[in-house]
T-cell receptor, first 112, second 120 residues
Framework: KQEVTQIPAALSVPEGENLVLNCSFT??????LQWFRQDPGKGLTSLLL?????REQTSGRLNASLDKSSGRSTLYIAASQPGDSATYLC???????????FGTGTSLTVIP | GAGVSQSPSNKVTEKGKDVELRCDPI?????LYWYRQSLGQGLEFLIY????????KSGLPSDRFSAERTGGSVSTLTIQRTQQEDSAVYLC??????????????????FGNGTRLTVT
């Protein structure tokens, strides 16, 4: 079974700061890893997807890295804005089976 | 185009009643997932459909839960004899391909806004 952990559970930063969110997983035999954001009362929005053969993906101010051997991924957010406030979740897809395994998320608050 | 649509957005039901939750995936998406999100918990996998293959029901918590996907498109999750512990947000997601396998490259999951189920 795949266990996915996200630390910290909550994070509060002033606007403009760069920040890093962490995701760790126990089984390195993964097919891909996705980062999502979830706004209150909403579903999840996909931010970045990293295939197991990739080391990082970038989209705008977001950069996600993947170190499969150590079971870790990070989501780097540059120049944070109040609109970045949301819960960020990571999910991994193992090489076998159909489901994605989700962490419990990091709740981010960016203070204006 | 339209995203994943779920209905109803909110459902309040009495303990013991049956409920049906609907998911309309993005057109052309062959893979469909149901997840459950409880307060303070991570997302819990329930069931997975891919094309015409037999669904992966390994995440269904009890035989009170069932799901169908008609015509490879709309899916319905049914909970019979609801219990208070069934209260949660039920999320549906679809993707163009399963997110795994030889033909996958960038196939992110697209989620609906969920159905918030409250069992009183």
């Amino acid at each position: 079974k795949q266990e996915v952990t996200q630390i910290p559970a909550a994070l509060s930063v002033p606007e403009g700061e760069n920040l890093v969110l962490n995701c760790s997983f126990t089984d390195s035999a993964i097919y891909n890893l996705q980062w999502f954001r979830q706004d209150p009362g909403k579903g999840l929005t996909s931010l970045l997807l990293i295939q197991s053969s990739q080391r990082e993906q970038t989209s705008g101010r977001l950069n996600a890295s993947l170190d499969k051997s150590s079971g870790r991924s990070t989501l780097y957010i540059a120049a944070s804005q109040p609109g970045d406030s949301a819960t960020y979740l990571c999910a991994v897809r193992r090489n076998t089976g159909n489901q994605f395994y989700f962490g419990t998320g990091t709740s981010l608050t960016v203070i204006p | 185009g339209a995203g994943v649509s779920q209905s109803p957005s909110n459902k309040v039901t009495e303990k013991g009643k049956d409920v049906e939750l609907r998911c309309d995936p993005i057109s052309g998406h062959t893979a469909l997932y149901w997840y459950r999100q409880s307060l303070g918990q991570g997302l819990e996998f329930l069931i997975y459909f891919q094309g015409n293959s037999a669904p992966d029901k390994s995440g269904l918590p009890s035989d009170r839960f069932s799901a169908e996907r008609t015509g490879g498109s709309v899916s319905t999750l049914t909970i019979q004899r609801t219990q208070q512990e069934d209260s949660a947000v039920y999320l549906c997601a679809s993707s163009l391909v399963p997110g795994g396998g030889a033909f996958s490259y960038n196939s992110p999951l697209h989620f609906g806004n969920g159905t918030r189920l409250t069992v009183t």
